[in-house]
């Protein structure tokens, strides 16, 4: 069993490069979301969806782009990256949303450098 | 909007005692969930409790317990028998809708051996 898989696991881009993280999950959960972790801040919620062909801005989507095209997948795009943008990604995915009491089930996280 | 605060930025506990890590939440839902994540280095995030909010009843599982005082917005772990594998990143976080969870800026636990 899967889960929530996120691909690249690290990855180091120059400035003003483009590059996409892809989630993918197998659990035929309906929502899912793009959070950033940084030091000290805990994580913050980029984007989310709570079906296929559906997004919605979190807290600090400037800079991000997503899609979801297929239910599995949840893709998080920078188009032009930045050094703010140096991060470590989750993605996370849950069944029917927090009030199902599910929770999230979370993937292992990317580490993005950009220098 | 949702605010969860730690107001501990790290902890550290006598291995085999007993821990508390405190967590107030603000949130203008009226159905909603909290929730502990425990982060160990390995950057896995890890359910470790959950509370439903219209349940009375405090949360447990197992060393793991959850002092939830609605009125007060306080949702605070207590760790018991702290073990070596407890030490990590503790996250507390709070989720009513659609819109899914704010997470707190975390807890660093340090067991001392």
């Known amino acids: 069993n899967a889960g929530v898989t996120q691909t690249p696991k690290f990855r180091v881009l120059k400035t003003g490069q483009s590059m996409t993280l892809l989630c993918a999950q197998d659990?035929?959960?309906?929502?899912m979301y793009w959070y950033r972790q940084d030091p000290g801040m805990g994580l913050r919620l980029i984007h989310y969806?709570?079906?296929?062909?559906?997004?919605a801005k979190g807290e600090v989507p400037d800079g991000y782009n997503v899609s979801r095209l297929k239910k599995q997948n949840f893709l998080l795009g920078l188009e032009s990256a930045a050094p703010s943008q140096t991060s470590v990604y989750f993605c996370a995915s849950s069944f029917l949303g927090v009030l199902a009491n599910y929770g999230y089930t979370f993937g292992s996280g990317t580490r993005l450098t950009v220098v | 909007a949702q605010t969860v605060t730690q107001s501990q930025p790290e902890m550290s506990v006598q291995e085999a005692e007993t821990v508390t890590l405190s967590c107030t939440y603000d949130t203008s839902e009226s159905d909603y969930y909290l929730f502990w994540y425990k982060q160990p280095p390995s950057r896995q995030m890890i359910l470790v409790i959950r509370?439903?909010?219209?349940?009375?009843q405090n949360a447990t599982e197992n060393r793991f317990s959850v002092n939830f005082q609605k009125a007060a917005k306080s949702f605070s772990l207590k760790i018991s028998d702290s073990q070596l594998g407890d030490a990590a990143m503790y996250f507390c976080?709070?989720?009513?809708?659609?819109?899914?969870?704010?997470f707190g800026k975390g807890t660093h636990l340090i067991i001392q051996p």
């Open positions: 509370q439903e909010a219209y349940k009375q």
């Open positions: 976080a709070s989720g009513g809708g659609a819109d899914g969870l704010t």
């Open positions: 659990m035929n959960h309906e929502y």
């Open positions: 969806s709570v079906g296929e062909g559906t997004t």
